[in-house]
């Protein structure tokens, strides 16, 4: 079973268990933003990636500029721990990283988490590569990925123990798009994927196949 398929099964689930009217507030606030997020100024595909230095897990400091001399990168923006998605997608990641590594690249996961929540996330999931906290949301802003929910979206957060001051650390309410990137060792950003519905994630075998189109040019 692929990761999308994953993803819809945990979404099919969700759709049957959960609160009265929740779904379809999800659906209904995916569908603003895709209509008002303005998808044009965010990092794509043949741009060259923006140079970052965050704390992983443990403390210690990671930097794109560092992962590139070793290789290309693949980044992958979440929106945090509390996320069922992030985390199945996570997993599947962290199932392919013995095939990532082998084609020479680095994997780090980026979300607005405070640190502790990134190690918890690392722990939980088992995961061997690096889960860095970008509190305040400073670098996935200048990937030009950042929203801020509608109150809505924040009741319905605060109703599930979700709330994302405690978790983020500040009152912004914003979370990242969740997205993608593979890039080449020259820092230029080789594949893209970013999608406004965070129940989607590229899916394992396209990052792979990505990295190893690297390797043929």
Same mark, same amino acid.
Request: aromatic share 4%.
């Given at each position: 079973m692929g990761l999308q398929q994953h993803l819809d099964a945990f979404k099919a689930e969700f759709a049957r268990t959960a609160p009265s009217g929740r779904p379809a507030l999800y659906e209904a606030k995916i569908e603003e933003l895709r209509a008002n997020f303005a998808l044009e100024r965010a990092i794509r595909t043949g741009d060259q990636a923006l140079d970052f230095t965050l704390p992983d897990a443990q403390g210690r400091v990671v930097s794109l500029g560092t992962l590139l001399e070793a290789g290309p990168a693949v980044i992958t923006f979440y929106r945090g721990g509390w996320c069922p998605y992030c985390n199945i997608q996570l997993r599947a990641y962290q199932a392919v990283l013995p095939e990532i590594t082998a084609l020479g690249a %680095?994997?780090?996961a980026i979300?607005?988490?405070l640190p502790d929540g990134s190690l918890s996330t690392s722990e939980q999931n088992e995961l061997t590569f690096a889960v860095l906290s970008d509190v305040g /949301? %400073? $670098?996935?802003? %200048?990937?030009? =990925?950042v929203w801020s929910l509608p109150e809505e979206l924040r009741a319905a957060l605060r109703s599930s123990n979700? @709330?994302?001051?405690? $978790? /983020?650390g500040d009152d912004s309410w914003e =979370?990242? +798009?969740?997205?993608?990137? $593979?890039v080449a060792h020259d820092g230029? +950003? @080789? =594949?893209?994927?970013?999608d406004v519905d965070y129940r989607n994630? =590229?899916?394992p075998d396209t990052i792979l196949a990505a990295l190893r189109s690297l390797g043929t040019m």
């Open positions: %680095r994997l780090v979300s607005p988490q /949301n %400073r $670098v996935a802003r %200048r990937y030009g =990925l979700k @709330a994302l001051p405690g $978790v /983020n =979370l990242p +798009v969740p997205a993608t990137y $593979v230029r +950003v @080789a =594949l893209a994927a970013i994630r =590229l899916e």
